[in-house]
C-alpha cells in the first residue's frame, strides 16, 4: 500500500495559493478572476451546442428570394481590329499612358471600350465607316449628348472636333469617343440612327436627317462643290427633299440610302456602277426614289458595304444593283454593272429574313437559320471554294452548338470588304476572312481565316458592324 500523501500537497487551492505568496501576488483577487473565465467559457461552450430543430416549424418557414437592384442586363462595346487610326476609341491604344510603352497599332481580340465603363454611357447603335466608328447612346448623358464618334476625321466626317491644347487647333485624328452636336431646333429631339461611308457620315433623327463629311460625289445629298475644303469645316448639313418617314438609312462607299416606312428607298451620291438606281452612271446629288423591280415592293432592308447593293422585301425576296464584276448579279445578268434594281431568284433557299452586300462577297440567311454566300473571294467554304454564281449554304455543322447537342441557328449575315461573320439567335459571333489587322478578332498570325470562327466573347452580341479593317460590336452582358 502507498503511503498516504499530503492533502495540501496536491490540492489545487494549496499550490495557487504557494506560487502566489512566491510571485507576490494577491491570491483572493487571482482567485476571483479565475472563476469568473471559468464561468464565461463554460457559457461560451453551452451557447456554441446545436440547438435541436423542430423540423416542423422548419418546414413552415417562409422561402426568400433576394435579387439583384436592377434586373436590366447591361450593354457592353467590344472593339478589335486597325487601333493605328483611332477607330477602336481606345486612346492607350496609339497613345500608351505609361512611358516606355509602345503604342498598340492592332488588337487581336474582342476588348470592351472603357469609355462606356467610365462614363456610364451606353451605346445601343453604331456604325463602322473606312478608319472611323459612330455611335448612337441609349439616352441622351449629363450634357445632352447622343452621338459620339471616333477615328479618321480628314474630311470633317465626325463634324467639326479641336485639339484640348492651347489654340484648339481643328484635328483630322480622333482617339477617344467625342460628341458631335447636330444642329437641331429641340433639346429634346432623339438622334436614332448613325451610318458612315468611306469619308461622310449620315444621321437619322426625329427632326430629319443630317449628313456630315466629303461630299465630292453627292453622297451628303447636297449640291456639289468644285474643290470644297472638307477639313476643319463646323457645318453639318440638313439633307433636303427626302419624305418625313424616314425609317433606316445605309451608306456605301460614296453612296447613301434612305429607306420609308412604306418601303420606298431613296439614294443619292457616286453612280458609276449604277448603284443609285437611277438607270443610269451618274452622280446624284439630290436623294432619288429608286424604282425597277422594287417598285411596289415593301423593302425591310438594304445592304450595301461598298458599290454592289442588295435589297430585301417583306415577302423574304432579294433584289439587287451596283457593281457586279465579282458575279454578285450573275444569276441575272453577266454585265459587270446593273444600274436598276432586278429580282434575283433564288431556287431552293426558301423566304430570306437577312442579307448583306460586301465588298466582292454577298450573303444572306433564310427563315431556317441557314447561311448562304456567293461572289468571288473568301467565302466561309475553304480556301479552295473562292467563287459562285448562285448562293451556297455554309455547312451548318459550322455553327453547331456542340456543348448542348443543339442546333444553333443564324440570324443574319454582315459581309465587309475584306471579313465576314454571322450571327446567331443565342449571340454567338462567327467571323472570318482577312485578319492582318486583327479585323476577324482571333488570336492568330495567319492572314487569312477560310471558315467561320466562333469568337470568345463573355456577352452575348446583339449588333456587329464590319468596318474596312476593324469591327465593333454591341452586346448584352449575360448577368
Known amino acids: 500500500m502507498l503511503p498516504a500523501r499530503p492533502p495540501s500537497a496536491y490540492n489545487s487551492v494549496a499550490l495557487f495559493h504557494s506560487a502566489a505568496e512566491i510571485l507576490g501576488i494577491n491570491f483572493p483577487a487571482f482567485s476571483r478572476a479565475l472563476t469568473a473565465h471559468r464561468g464565461i467559457e463554460a457559457h461560451r461552450c453551452a ?9 416542423a416549424q422548419f418546414d413552415a418557414m417562409p422561402e426568400k428570394q433576394y435579387h439583384p437592384s436592377s434586373s ?35 488588337k487581336h481580340t474582342p476588348t470592351r471600350l472603357p469609355f462606356c465603363e467610365l462614363t456610364g454611357v451606353k451605346f445601343r447603335q453604331l456604325s463602322c465607316g473606312y478608319g472611323f466608328t459612330l455611335f448612337v447612346t441609349d439616352g441622351p448623358d449629363a450634357q445632352n449628348h447622343q452621338l459620339f464618334g471616333t477615328g479618321v476625321n480628314t474630311d470633317s466626317q465626325l463634324g467639326f472636333q479641336k ?25 429634346s429631339a432623339r438622334v436614332l440612327k448613325a451610318a458612315a461611308g468611306r469619308a461622310h457620315s449620315i444621321f437619322l433623327t426625329e427632326e430629319g436627317c443630317f449628313s456630315a463629311g466629303n461630299n465630292a460625289y453627292g453622297q451628303c445629298g447636297r ?21 418625313e418617314d424616314i425609317t433606316h438609312i445605309e451608306c456605301g462607299q460614296d453612296t447613301s440610302y434612305f429607306l420609308t416606312s412604306k418601303g420606298e428607298v431613296y439614294a443619292c451620291g457616286w453612280g458609276a456602277d449604277g448603284q443609285t438606281g437611277q438607270g443610269d452612271y451618274n452622280i446624284t446629288a439630290t436623294p432619288k426614289l429608286i424604282r425597277g423591280d422594287i417598285a411596289g415592293e415593301k423593302i425591310i432592308q438594304i445592304s450595301c458595304a461598298a458599290d454592289c447593293v442588295l435589297a430585301l422585301s417583306d415577302k423574304g425576296q432579294v433584289f439587287g444593283w451596283g457593281n457586279s464584276e465579282y458575279k454578285q448579279l450573275a444569276v441575272v445578268s453577266d454585265l459587270p ?70 442546333s444553333n441557328p443564324i440570324k443574319s449575315i454582315h459581309c465587309g470588304l475584306m471579313h465576314n461573320a454571322v450571327l446567331t439567335y443565342r449571340g454567338d459571333l ?22 467561320p470562327v466562333k469568337l470568345s466573347i463573355a456577352a452575348e452580341v446583339q449588333q456587329i458592324c464590319l468596318g474596312v479593317d476593324h469591327t465593333a460590336v454591341i452586346a448584352q452582358a449575360f448577368v
Open 47 to 55: 451557447s456554441s451546442a446545436r440547438p435541436r430543430v423542430d423540423t
Open 72 to 106: 436590366k442586363r447591361r450593354l457592353r462595346t467590344y472593339v478589335w481590329g486597325n487601333a493605328r487610326t483611332g477607330a477602336l476609341g481606345i486612346a492607350a491604344f496609339p497613345r500608351p499612358e505609361l512611358a516606355g510603352k509602345a503604342p498598340t497599332f492592332k
Open 163 to 187: 485639339s484640348d491644347l492651347k489654340g484648339g487647333k481643328p484635328v483630322e485624328y480622333v482617339i477617344r469617343p467625342t460628341p458631335i452636336d447636330l444642329p437641331l431646333r429641340r433639346r
Open 223 to 243: 449640291d456639289v462643290i468644285a474643290g470644297e475644303n472638307y477639313f476643319n469645316r463646323t457645318t453639318i448639313h440638313r439633307i433636303q427633299d427626302l419624305p
Open 337 to 406: 454593272q446593273t444600274s436598276v434594281p432586278v429580282h434575283l431568284s433564288f431556287a431552293d433557299i426558301g423566304k430570306v429574313v437577312s442579307v448583306s452586300a460586301g465588298g466582292t462577297v454577298c450573303g444572306l440567311v433564310n427563315d431556317q437559320g441557314l447561311a448562304f454566300t456567293w461572289g468571288f473571294g473568301l467565302l466561309g467554304r475553304g480556301p479552295e471554294n473562292r467563287e459562285a454564281v448562285f448562293p451556297t449554304i455554309l455547312p451548318p455543322t459550322l455553327f453547331q452548338a456542340v456543348e448542348f447537342n443543339e
Open 430 to 451: 462567327y467571323m472570318w476572312g482577312a485578319n492582318d489587322l486583327g479585323q476577324i478578332g482571333i488570336s492568330s498570325n495567319e492572314g487569312m481565316q477560310y471558315f
